[in-house]
């Protein structure tokens, strides 16, 4: 997600606390927590900071995702669920820093659970934020191969978050992973034949457990294959068939029907960064004439959430003149 990419900074204020629990309980299902929360509900003292407010930030009219688990004697163990809340919270970045957006975070646990059960799961934000962070200081994407790129995150998840909660956190997701790179290894495997490979693609899907190969095309995913073919410089009949033996036919249409979306987007985005630049330029604007003219060519040129999308881009500093 986005938020992998752009956390620059760990969680303050209570990172890597001890956690005094059993770290091989099973987690139990909270029976007193209450509903999903509209994000328009959530106490307001977490929203008044500056003038912001959650009712008006970009989860407007969202329900707050996720929640906690809690092992038998009633302490919080990780969970999809966990993380789900912490990344809808982190979803926030650009809007609110990270110190903020624990704020908020804190102020919502503190309404649903008891005050040690909040602080324990700050505990586990601040672990997987200081993770996020190291992430993208990494800066992984530069390693050539999939394989190396995925074994350096899985080692770093474990240094910073512990077996239990990457794999409480991740575990899914890394089966994925490993399935699709062992895909792609016999796809791209010129000893074999285009039959033997349809053939062992099915045996290993068989043998994960998967009846379609769509069920493990999700994004990320996709992305490793075509960083791997950007790097080799594929063409794009090259990228179709690299797709079309991974995936199916199917998903590498749509796969590069994305292709052709992503670059409409990205010649919209190099056309605002041009224009936006000839307002930075312009030495006759105060600093207040600049922001309202950027202002009002963001409203120009995109749409109410497409605007969200390029000031939090904007804010963490990942749209600048030229790219």
Known sequence: MVVVAVLGIAATGGGWRALHRDADASPVADAHAPAATDVGATPA??????????????????????????????????????????????????????????????????????????????????????????????????????????DRTVALRRDLLGETMATAFFADEEARGRLTLARMRIAGDTALSADEKARRLAALDADAGYTQRQEADTASLVAAQDGELARTHADPRQRAEAREALWGREAAERLAALDDARARWDARVADYLQARARIDADPRRSPADRARAVAALRAQRFDAAEQRRIVSLEAIGQLKPGG
């Not at 008006?56 to 990780?78: N, Y």
């Not at 979803?91 to 059960?117: K, N």
């Open 45 to 150: 003292s977490a929203a008044q900071d500056a003038g912001f407010s959650m009712a008006r930030s970009s989860l407007r009219g969202s329900e707050v995702d996720g929640g906690l688990a809690f092992d038998a004697t009633g302490h919080v163990v990780p969970d999809l669920a966990m993380r789900r809340l912490f990344d809808y919270f982190l979803s926030l970045v650009g809007e609110r820093d990270p110190a903020q957006i624990r704020d908020l975070l804190r102020t919502f646990l503190q309404s649903r659970y008891d005050v040690a059960r909040a602080a324990e799961a700050l505990a586990y934000f601040d672990r997987y934020v200081a993770y996020l962070a190291r992430l993208a200081e990494a800066r992984l994407d530069a390693l050539a191969s999939p394989q190396d790129r995925f």
